[in-house]
């Protein structure tokens, strides 16, 4: 049997694991499609598979990879066919590595497991609420506002002479201006159009404001969203997978080495 062949048969049970439908039943069709011909920009391509949202439509391009193959070697393909065919999603994989890549987000990130039919819809139906965060309203007492609704208006807070000491007594946080300038930058960026970004900035010089040890301890602060909550938990969630990914790539390319070794040598080290 082919390289390629055996990736097939690891590729169509991991798709099973991922509760896609191979072939119809008597009570389920088939969500999977093999070979399915596409209209490529320089001719006609077939799509080693092409996974079904729950209306019938192309909602994932599978491109297989034989297992000595770099599975990112079939981006540019996949994307071809993803976008003939109106797929939002690419799987690559060479049975062994696998990346997943949402064509409206990012790029390709590694995956111990094919994603089911419900995960990919419920990232696809995911529609930001933008406006959320761009209308938000942020000052240097932002967080303090949080910890006390009123500080503002407290005596000892007015009085200039026993701001401070209120303040360290209440253990009140607020904003520095370069940390109001980061968010206000960040919300134009998402005015922009953007819905990504990095921060960066200098640790362990000082210039961070120091929060008491105690802070969460006595302090409540709300929580967000359960829809804000379940965004988290997603993206940790993606996180992990992105680390074992890596483990189990690190692992197969040090078999590779090691089968390299010991081939030239003819011994086992």
């Not at 690419?90 to 995960?119: A, C, M, V």
């Not at 990504?196 to 302090?219: C, H």
Request: net charge positive; proline share 5%.
């Amino acid at each position: 049997m082919s390289k390629e062949a055996q990736a097939r048969l690891k590729i169509n049970k991991l798709l099973e694991e991922g509760e896609w439908i191979l072939i119809d039943t008597p009570t389920q069709r088939a969500n999977v499609r093999v070979e399915l011909k596409t209209n490529k920009e320089d001719g006609r391509g077939f799509a080693d598979y092409v996974l079904l949202d729950d209306k019938g439509f192309p909602l994932v391009v599978l491109e297989a990879k034989s297992e000595d193959k770099d599975p990112l070697i079939g981006k540019e393909q996949a994307r071809t066919y993803a976008n003939s065919i109106h797929a939002r999603f690419i799987i690559l994989s060479n049975s062994n590595i696998h990346y997943q890549w949402d064509l409206e987000r990012g790029n390709p990130t590694i995956i111990n497991k094919f994603p089911t039919q419900k995960t990919l819809l419920g990232y696809a139906e995911y529609k930001p609420k933008k406006d959320l965060i761009i209308k938000e309203e942020v000052s240097e007492d932002y967080v303090a506002r949080t910890q006390n609704p009123n500080y503002s208006k407290d005596p000892d807070y007015i009085n200039p002479d026993t701001r401070k000491d209120y303040i360290e007594r209440n253990k009140l946080v607020f904003l520095r201006p370069y940390q109001l300038g980061a968010i206000k930058s960040i919300q134009q960026s998402i005015k922009d159009g953007n819905d990504r970004f990095l921060f960066e900035m200098a640790t362990g010089t000082g210039g961070l404001q120091r929060v008491p040890k105690d802070y969460v301890e006595n302090y409540s602060i709300p929580l967000p969203s359960v829809e804000t909550q379940k965004r988290v938990i997603g993206k940790i969630e993606m996180e992990r997978q992105v680390i074992e990914g890596n483990k189990k790539l690190i692992e197969i390319y040090n078999q590779k080495i090691q089968d390299r070794i010991n081939k030239i040598w003819g011994t086992n080290l």
